[in-house]
């Protein structure tokens, strides 16, 4: 009936309000602590997303809806999806080793192939930003970021040589003080 489709629509709605509430109460106590800022990224994203699913699993539960059948249903789908959105997927298991294993960090040079280099300036579970001297930036696929080789220039010491072209006209008068 309209009346049972209503219920368990706002029974769900309260279960997910709640846990993006609890999501968000955990993120400001996890911004708090002393831990590095990557590993702080994956436990508020992890946190809200099996937050999500729980609440969405107990919602679907109190309004009478038998989960058991809905798993041959899930699995099915799970299989299309990942099929279909295997690099998608693999973006984001690669982000997540990113963030836990801190190879590349905020404000690190790295350089993927001539053509990509730059700062990171933001490390997402799906791509990583860099931006170059030019302030051009590059989005890459967290996936190239952890299946490739990459130059980190500024892993182990901050201090970075950059090389750069400096024209002198002829009529220099002193070319050592250039």
């Not at 993120?27 to 999500?52: F, N, P, T």
């Not at 590349?104 to 053509?115: A, D, K, M």
Request: no cysteine; proline share 2%.
């Amino acid at each position: 009936s309209l009346w049972m489709v209503i219920k368990g629509s706002l029974t769900v709605l309260i279960t997910l309000v709640g846990a993006l509430w609890i999501a968000s109460a955990l993120e400001a106590r996890l911004m708090r602590m002393e831990i590095d800022s990557s590993l702080r990224i994956v436990l508020v994203r992890v946190s809200k997303a099996l937050l999500i699913l729980v609440a969405l699993l107990v919602g679907l539960s109190m309004v009478g809806i038998d989960i058991t059948a809905l798993s041959v249903f899930t699995g099915a789908l799970g299989v299309g999806l990942g099929l279909g959105l295997q690099r998608i997927a693999s973006n984001y298991v690669s982000g997540f080793i990113i963030l836990l294993d801190r190879s590349i960090r905020l404000g690190n040079v790295v350089q993927l192939s001539p053509e990509i280099a730059g700062t990171v300036s933001e490390i997402t579970t799906r791509y990583t930003v860099l931006r170059n001297l030019a302030g051009i930036e590059f989005l890459v696929p967290n996936e190239l970021m952890v299946s490739n080789t990459v130059q980190n220039q500024s892993y182990s010491d901050t201090r970075v040589r950059v090389a750069l072209r400096v024209g002198v006209a002829y009529s220099t008068p002193d070319i050592e003080a250039v």
